[in-house]
C-alpha cells in the first residue's frame, strides 16, 4: 500500500469475512497506519450512521479506534452530495484568494479498546458517542486547553 492509497470497507454481516477486509488487514499488522471515515461519506451538519468495517478491523488486529471530532466553521467548506472535488477545491481557493478566512477543528479523543466490547456494533456506538463529544460547533469558544 502507497502514501494516500485507499481501500473501501464495505459493511458486511457480523462474521463474515472478505478478501478486502483481510487484505485491510494485512496491510495494519504491517505497521501502516490507517485513518478511517466511518460513516462512508461527509455531511452537512450531524453524524451520519457508522459502517462497521473499520471496527471490524480494529476488534481482529487488536488495535485501539481513536475517536476524532472534525468541525468546518461553515457548511459551504463540507464536500458533500454529488459535488465533483474539483469545483469544490475551487471554490475554498477562489475563498482564500479574496481574503476569506477558513477555520477546522480537529479534535482527538482518547483511544478506544474494541476488546471492551461484545462486538463491531458495541463498538462503534462507544466511537460514535465519543466522536459527538468532541464536536462543538465554532460558536462556542474552547475552554483553554482543549
Aim: with cysteine.
Amino acid at each position: 500500500m502507497r502514501l494516500g492509497e485507499t481501500l473501501g470497507l464495505e459493511t458486511v454481516a457480523e462474521g463474515v469475512e472478505d478478501d478486502q477486509q483481510l487484505a485491510s488487514l494485512r496491510t495494519l499488522r504491517s505497521g501502516v497506519s490507517v485513518l478511517n471515515f466511518p460513516e462512508g461519506t461527509t455531511s452537512r451538519g450531524g453524524l451520519l450512521p457508522f459502517q462497521l468495517g473499520a471496527f471490524w478491523l480494529a476488534r481482529r488486529s487488536g488495535l485501539p479506534i481513536v475517536p476524532v471530532g472534525i468541525e468546518f466553521e461553515s457548511a459551504d467548506m463540507c464536500w458533500v452530495d454529488a459535488e465533483a472535488f474539483l469545483p469544490h477545491y475551487a471554490r475554498l481557493v477562489w475563498g482564500k484568494l479574496q481574503g476569506k478566512r477558513r477555520r477546522v477543528r480537529v479534535c482527538v479523543g482518547e483511544p478506544i479498546d474494541p476488546a471492551r466490547f461484545r462486538g463491531e456494533i458495541d463498538s462503534s456506538w462507544a466511537a460514535r458517542s465519543a466522536i459527538a463529544k468532541l464536536r462543538r460547533p465554532f460558536s462556542e469558544r474552547p475552554a483553554r486547553g482543549s
